[in-house]
């Protein structure tokens, strides 16, 4: 891979580095570290799409089965509907 020079500028009380096309990267968050040689280095971080939902779902791991079937006997029996007067 090929060395690119870019720049750096003041952002307020921090750095930043500006990214070429080159090596955009698909995240808004990264780690930053530093290695044995002094080099900084990047990492993207998985963005957290769906983290919600993939929380829900292994909450539902611990359901029991009784639960399931009453969820389903209560959509097979449906309330009935409600009368209202027109206004």
Do not use: C, K, Y
Request: glycine share 6%.
């Amino acid at each position: 891979m090929n060395a690119l020079t870019t720049r750096v500028f003041n952002n307020g009380n921090s750095q930043a580095v500006r990214i070429p096309a080159e090596f955009r990267l698909d995240t808004d968050r990264v780690t930053i570290s530093r290695n044995e040689q002094g080099d900084l280095v990047i990492h993207p971080l998985r963005a957290q799409r769906g983290a919600s939902l993939l929380q829900a779902l292994d909450e539902l791991r611990g359901v029991d089965d009784a639960f399931i079937a009453a969820l389903e006997a209560e959509q097979d029996h449906p309330l009935p509907m409600q009368e209202r007067e027109g206004l």
